[in-house]
């Protein structure tokens, strides 16, 4: 809207030269021409300005982005593999780093297998009747911290969202939805966008599209449904 503005101010700006070209007495034209073409000149810098600031925006919070993503894609497979082992997500950072260093992660193995089924045997004049059962079986464990960091130790910080706002933090979340463990991390686009133009944060909150990311902030997964994914366009992450 405000591209439209100055450039509608300087369609009318043209128009008043024209008018002035046409109507003025010649010994003033000159002073007021002069005016008007630098009026015409400012405002054209203006809107320049403004679209190259926009396209600037554009491009600085996509790289921001794309750090909080890689970060948020570190706490889903954090508290992915946290409910693995604990049967529910992690509610704190403190849980969940504590979890990463010094936890494992069972391997399994599933196999099927024969074995007597007693109730149909009975029930068929003690005649053998079989039932295929599936058993698991533990063959190893992985340390958290080897398997999903490999060897990296940048789940101790991972509570920090890394840009924009100087010590800005993610906000963590995690119950149960009919029973059903859930859990979501966010963090305000403005926090992540912190030191740019109001007008543009305020426009990029409102965002829609399914290339970038949806909302007022920047998260993964969610309280109000069973749901893992993040709210952002698949060109966003370097890990998914």
């Given at each position: ?38 009026l015409i000149i400012f405002l054209g810098y203006i809107t320049f300005m403004s679209v190259y600031k926009e396209i600037q925006f554009n491009q600085l919070k996509v790289e921001r982005y794309k750090v909080v993503i890689d970060r948020l894609v570190d706490i889903r ?164």
């Amino acid at each position: 809207m405000i591209i439209a503005a100055i450039i509608g101010i300087i369609i009318l700006t043209i128009l008043i030269v024209w008018l002035i070209d046409k109507f003025v007495p010649k010994k003033l034209k000159p002073v007021i021409n002069l005016v008007l073409w630098a009026l015409i000149i400012f405002l054209g810098y203006i809107t320049f300005m403004s679209v190259y600031k926009e396209i600037q925006f554009n491009q600085l919070k996509v790289e921001r982005y794309k750090v909080v993503i890689d970060r948020l894609v570190d706490i889903r497979d954090s508290q992915v593999a946290y409910k693995e082992v604990k049967g529910e997500y992690a509610g704190s950072f403190d849980k969940l780093i504590d979890f990463v260093e010094n936890d494992s992660i069972p391997i399994t193995q599933r196999r099927d297998t024969l074995v007597l089924d007693e109730e149909r045997t009975r029930a068929f004049g003690n005649v053998e009747t079989m039932k295929t059962i599936t058993l698991i079986d533990t063959l190893d464990y992985w340390n958290v911290k080897d398997s999903i960091f490999k060897g990296n130790s940048r789940y101790k910080s991972m509570a920090d969202v890394g840009i924009g706002k100087p010590g800005a933090k993610f906000k963590l979340e995690a119950g149960k939805l009919d029973e059903i463990p859930v859990f979501e991390v966010s963090v305000d686009k403005a926090i992540v966008l912190d030191g740019q133009e109001k007008y543009l944060i305020d426009k990029e909150k409102q965002a829609v599209s399914i290339a970038g990311v949806k909302g007022e902030s920047v998260k993964i997964g969610s309280m109000q449904e069973v749901n893992t994914s993040g709210n952002w366009g698949k060109d966003l992450s370097n890990k998914e």
